[in-house]
């Protein structure tokens, strides 16, 4: 079974930087967009960025300027880079990889914390 292995997480202080790493297990392919969610205490699930085959990058209001989403679609990699970090985006961090049609392909999460 396929799985998406996220790494990079970890314990950061108000205003630091993390970079988190996502790859799969083995090789997709048709791959529509790879992205990352994050789930934070006492809201739902929701998307941070994503970045679709061709390069077009969607971004959460709430982390424009300060995330960035990288990757190789076609090597099912994904990466984000995190600046000015702040508590508000403490929680689990999700990789996702969509696949056509309508395929989505999640990872376990890893936890960021942000200390004030």
């Known amino acids: 079974q396929v799985q998406l292995l996220e790494s990079g997480g970890g314990l950061v202080q108000t205003g630091g930087s993390l970079g988190l790493s996502c790859a799969a297990s083995?090789?997709?392919?048709?791959?529509?967009?790879m992205g990352w969610y994050r789930q934070v205490p006492g809201k739902q699930r929701e998307l941070v960025a994503r970045?679709?085959?061709?390069?077009?990058?969607d971004y959460a209001d709430f982390v424009k300027g300060r995330f960035t989403i990288s990757g190789d679609n076609a090597k099912n990699l994904v990466y984000l880079h995190m600046n000015s970090l702040t508590p508000e985006d403490t929680g689990l961090y999700f990789c996702?990889?969509?696949?056509?049609?309508?395929?989505?392909?999640w990872g376990r999460g890893t936890q960021v914390t942000v200390s004030s």
């Open positions: 996702v990889l969509e696949r056509f049609p309508a395929i989505q392909y």
């Open positions: 970045i679709a085959t061709g390069g077009h990058r």
């Open positions: 083995e090789k997709i392919f048709a791959v529509k967009a």
